[in-house]
């Protein structure tokens, strides 16, 4: 018998019937003898509907009003949940994230947890109750409703997981595993047995959408066992076990995957005095307007000059172009700035490239054989990531991954 | 300067619109430097669509779940609310039932108020706060989110009145105030300047869906002054107030005004031993079945037997002719149960009555003038009620609001 908690995401309970479905999952873990915390999203399309009303009364919702607003999507789907587990005449009990509680810091739409109690849930659990905890959501220590950012569900989970130091955490999601890539991009990919929690956030960051990357970093520093399953299979498939590097077991692949990212732009600052704190006064102000710099290039310089290169979110292209040209040009007295809202990012990830040379220049060779050129290129032990114009992304991952082995069993 | 309650329907709130002009009328009254509590109910047919939704996953949702879910749709309004304020330049913030806190009993979907925490909402009105709370919610002393039942927002911000001891309590609504009688069967129906306490839960209780008639209760409990207005007109009428009797100003007409109920079914028990405690036997299992019951009338019994009528909600009426069937029928030894749920009520509502004579037989002569049988009758000191069957209720209703001259001003 053991403690699972399982996540739900907002497709698979995107209607009544789907979570009628997810409770008739939930019925067969139960009757196994397992005791099960359960955290469903928001049905499908409501998170975005309550954003979409609080932007027609404000351009800038007040972040507090914006919690309380965002945060019934949950509310909705755990009362619903828990009718349909009673209907199949389980136990079953609701808890806000409030109720819990999951108390969060202050940072209302991007809150962190701090500390779950488990003492309901743990009483429950022992009377034979499913319990259903709303994720995304917390309070803080003021009593304000907060919601953790997009995708906080699956932090929710996790944390859960932590706090009642469950022997595993599934997430329940669209798709039944972590792939090599995207298989709408790449037919032949393959669902991956295992990954490890590095690779995971590497994947996760790069753009698989399977998982929130803060779960993940969450999973990682408690060593939550993490599983991330189908809830469209009806068979309960094994998915994709996430691993530790102590874990044993392991013998990896070179490579495990190629993730990749359309929500990409680049930018490039002429013409810098090559001197100490010039990387700071370029990206100080980026990062006090709230944008996250991703990939920071800086060539070396000649006669003392220098170009500066980064990336950003496809989304914050315009608003750092004016950052630079208002508060950055003119200070560092740069020749000019060049952008690029047309690049992507396509990463080879895997832990097995620590100990296998080559694994860079076969990635550069590839893409030069197809005629594309690298922008960017940007390293890590367990990943090199490249910024390539977007219109070759798709021709980029099915290269690599074909001449990386990636579809063929590991 | 007063402390102003003020409370806004469905309709009122029914989008985003009408939510920014709610939020300009709050901000007219804040100008003239009241402080201003809002209770906002959910947007129209929210809640409708979350019961709907509940009820495709159980036919008899949980109620404790039902709670969690229905509760949803005022938290979405007062998030939405409070964002609009602000971006009249107003402090604004936003508080649900379990963050006031509203405390209530454990009785899910119709629980009752127990208690009201002040202290939060008074700090903020001192600090310049428009509070904004969910009306329809609390939670009970286990920290259960609760519902108040269908209308509860009224009955949210009586209380919140009541607790705050405010000047006035102010209940927005689609239509400008209590009228002698429906507008749209009387088209000369007339708005009250004033009415009785007393005559407005005789008036809320028969059908004028103005106020909830536990709102109105809980308004004479206190000593709440109460008044209903339009949120759709662009000034602010004086709309219909309601009077406590010991308000020296009274002079009132003889009647007030007319109600009428087409929710209603008429069932009879025939033959039935004329003996104490057969009431009892009748009455009782309707009540555990929880049906409520109306008028009752036993007539004269000749033989030791006698026949015995009773009006019950119109959606109650298959589920107690069943109960009578099944639990009453051979015990008690009817001889027959008869039942007709194509009967209403219509109802002479004034505290006038009471010193006026002949204000029964002026009625009946009126309904029989007009060839209407009248079916049961019932009175007090301030009602006359009859049931007649449901195809005269225009009928009656226009042709006693001419014949008392509630056309003409009072």
Chains 1, 2 share one sequence.
């Not at 034979?128 to 950012?149: K, M, P, S």
């Not at 929500?263 to 600052?269: C, G, M, N, P, S």
């Not at 740069?334 to 100990?355: E, F, H, P, Q």
Request: glycine letters at 8%; a neutral charge; charged letters at 25%.
């Amino acid at each position: 018998m053991s403690l699972i908690v399982q996540k739900f995401g907002g497709t698979s309970v995107g209607s009544t019937e789907r979570i009628k479905n997810v409770a008739k999952r939930i019925a067969r873990w139960k009757a196994q003898g397992h005791k099960i915390v359960v955290v469903p999203s928001a049905m499908s399309g409501e998170t975005n509907r309550l954003i979409a009303l609080a932007k027609e009364i404000s351009p800038m919702p007040d972040p507090r009003e914006l919690d309380v607003v965002a945060s019934t999507g949950e509310q909705v789907t755990i009362g619903l949940l828990s009718m349909a587990l009673m209907e199949l005449g389980l136990k079953a009990k609701s808890y806000t994230g409030a109720q819990v509680k999951v108390l969060t810091d202050s940072a209302f739409t991007k809150a962190r947890i701090e500390r779950i109690d488990e003492n309901r849930m743990r009483a429950d659990l022992e009377a034979g109750y499913v319990v259903v905890v709303a994720g995304f959501q917390g309070v803080d220590a003021a009593g304000n409703i907060t919601t953790l950012g997009r995708g906080g569900s699956d932090t929710s989970a996790v944390a859960l997981a932590a706090a009642l130091k469950a022997d595993e955490c599934q997430i329940y999601t669209d798709v039944d595993g972590v792939y090599t890539t995207d298989p709408r991009i790449v037919p032949e990919a393959r669902r991956l047995a295992t990954i490890t929690f590095e690779e995971m956030l590497e994947m996760a960051s790069l753009g698989s959408k399977v998982l929130q990357i803060r779960s993940v970093e969450f999973a990682g520093k408690y060593k939550v066992k993490l599983r991330v399953l189908s809830s469209f299979e009806d068979k309960e498939g094994p998915g994709t076990l996430i691993t530790y590097e102590d874990d044993p077991k392991m013998e990896k692949a070179v490579i495990s995957g190629i993730a990749f990212s359309r929500d990409e732009a680049k930018i490039t600052v002429m013409g810098v005095p090559d001197r100490p704190g010039i990387a700071y006064q370029i990206l100080g102000p980026i990062g006090e307007a709230n944008i996250d710099v991703d990939m920071i290039i800086q060539n070396a310089g000649v006669d003392n000059m220098t170009d500066f290169s980064f990336t950003v979110p496809r989304n914050d292209y315009a608003k750092t172009m004016q950052v630079l040209e208002k508060q950055v040009k003119g200070h560092i007295k740069a020749s000019d700035i060049r952008g690029d809202n047309k690049v992507c990012k396509v990463s080879l990830v895997g832990v097995g490239m620590r100990t296998h040379a080559g694994v860079a220049g076969k990635m550069f060779r590839t893409l030069a054989e197809e005629g594309i050129n690298i922008q960017m290129i940007s390293t890590s032990e367990i990943k090199i990531a490249v910024i390539i114009d977007e219109k070759y992304m798709e021709l980029a991952v099915r290269a690599l991954h074909k001449v990386f082995d990636l579809d063929q069993p590991a």
